[in-house]
């Protein structure tokens, strides 16, 4: 009986955890706006630029970004294949959560294994990733630029 007790709140907190979001993990148009800004700034060959979303809530995003570092499917990381396939000049890629973007980067990467491709990605955001994103990438033909936001 206490278990029970016991496994019912915890599916309680959980859910009202996914249930209710959070201003940190969600930053809205203006953060958005500015990562665009900063791009513009700094670089004169975008030509597309692609926004990974996320969960909304640090807990959703936790489980997000555990399934997109598995090798699970999202329509992000297809989307981002599918455009280095065709050989886009530059794809930015930007979102609200910069682990989740870098992780959906690296998974594009890792799936054009043995394919070429002349884009060049570019990824706004945390130095932390965008430095992470530069040690992959070496080994693997895909160029990945980081612009270090904020």
């Known amino acids: 009986m ?3 007790l016991i496994l019912i709140s915890f599916l309680f907190a959980t859910l009202t955890a996914c249930a209710t979001t959070s201003t940190s ?3 809205g148009v203006s953060d958005k706006n500015a990562k665009i800004t900063a791009l513009l700034k700094s670089k004169d060959d ?3 630029i692609m926004e990974v979303p996320s969960a909304g809530n640090a807990i959703s995003n936790t489980v997000m970004l555990a399934s997109i ?3 699970a499917d999202s329509i992000a990381v297809i989307d981002l294949v599918n455009m280095l ?3 886009v000049k530059t794809v930015t890629v930007i979102g609200s959560n910069d682990a989740i973007v870098a992780a959906t980067i690296e998974s594009a990467v890792k799936r054009m294994a ?3 491709s002349t884009s060049k990605i570019y990824f706004v955001g945390e130095q932390k990733y965008g430095d992470e994103l530069k040690t992959f990438s ?3 033909g895909i160029q990945i ?3 270090n936001y904020p």
């Open 2 to 4: 206490k278990i029970n």
């Open 25 to 27: 993990s969600n930053t």
């Open 46 to 48: 975008v030509s597309l």
């Open 69 to 71: 570092k598995s090798g």
């Open 85 to 87: 396939k065709k050989n």
């Open 114 to 116: 043995g394919t070429s």
């Open 138 to 140: 070496a080994n693997s």
């Open 145 to 147: 630029e980081s612009i």
